[in-house]
């Protein structure tokens, strides 16, 4: 069974930062494009950044200079590097892959979430 498992968050101050990270496990053939989305209370799912399998990244315009996205392709892990992070930060961060199986067969997948809080 595939799964995305997350991990990095936590509370932080304002101007500090965070790495985060998300490992793809189980039977696939290749991963496309990786992204990051998050979710505030009260308010939809957006996409954060994203990142194709050859490496072209696309940013929200609220976090671009801020936030840096990257994968490793042998690990089938993405991350995001979060600076100078601000209480507008605050979410519930979910990593998205974009599939192939070994039967040819393309779908998306969600990790579980994790909280990203900062205090002023």
């Known amino acids: 069974q595939v799964q995305l498992v997350e991990s990095g968050g936590g509370l932080v101050q304002t101007g500090e930062s965070l790495r985060l990270s998300c490992a793809v496990s189980?039977?696939?053939?290749?991963?496309?494009?990786m992204a990051w989305y998050r979710q505030a209370p009260g308010k939809q799912r957006d996409l954060v950044a994203s990142?194709?399998?050859?490496?072209?990244?696309n940013y929200a315009d609220s976090v671009k200079g801020r936030f840096t996205i990257s994968r490793d392709n042998a690990k089938n892990t993405v991350y995001l590097q979060m600076n100078s992070l601000e209480p507008e930060d605050t979410a519930v961060y979910y990593c998205?892959?974009?599939?192939?199986?070994?039967?040819?067969?393309?779908?998306?997948?969600w990790g579980q979430g994790t909280q990203v809080t900062v205090s002023s």
């Open positions: 998205k892959a974009d599939l192939r199986n070994y039967y040819n067969y393309y779908y998306s997948k």
């Open positions: 189980g039977s696939i053939a290749s991963i496309n494009t």
């Open positions: 990142i194709t399998s050859g490496g072209s990244t």
